[in-house]
């Protein structure tokens, strides 16, 4: 079991940059991935960002990649996604989300924030 607490969520003019944590607690060493979703209003939950607990792999999404950056911090137990040159259609709800097992689909995950708001403004 893992609970997971998304922070670092606001409004920001494009262009700008945000820096979204995820802190982890419980029983957090069997976690294998931890992963970045967003959803916008009126869409469906799109994948971002995961790294995996053993490399670390990371993967983004196509429409991400060269502008966001996810790491982790074994020390504070967090997952950060480092988010430069924000767009508006970068707007939504991010959520940390993690699984025991390697995962890339939402649907795969079995723990889940409650998700920090990402505004980014024309």
């Known amino acids: 079991q893992v609970q997971l607490v998304e922070s670092g969520g606001g409004l920001v003019q494009a262009g700008g940059s945000l820096r979204l944590s995820c802190a982890a607690s419980?029983?957090?060493?069997?976690?294998?991935?931890v992963g970045w979703f967003r959803q916008a209003p009126g869409k469906e939950r799109e994948f971002v960002s995961t790294?995996?607990?053993?490399?670390?792999?990371?993967y983004y999404a196509d429409s991400v990649k060269g502008r966001f950056t996810i790491s982790r911090d074994n020390l504070k137990n967090t997952v950060s996604l480092q988010m430069n040159s924000l767009k508006p259609e970068d707007t939504a709800v991010y959520y940390c989300?993690?699984?025991?097992?390697?995962?890339?689909?939402?649907?795969?995950?079995?723990?889940w924030g409650q998700g920090t708001q990402v505004t980014v403004s024309s």
């Open positions: 989300a993690a699984s025991y097992r390697f995962a890339l689909r939402a649907n795969e995950y079995t723990h």
């Open positions: 419980g029983r957090t060493f069997p976690t294998y991935i």
């Open positions: 790294i995996t607990w053993n490399g670390p792999r990371t």
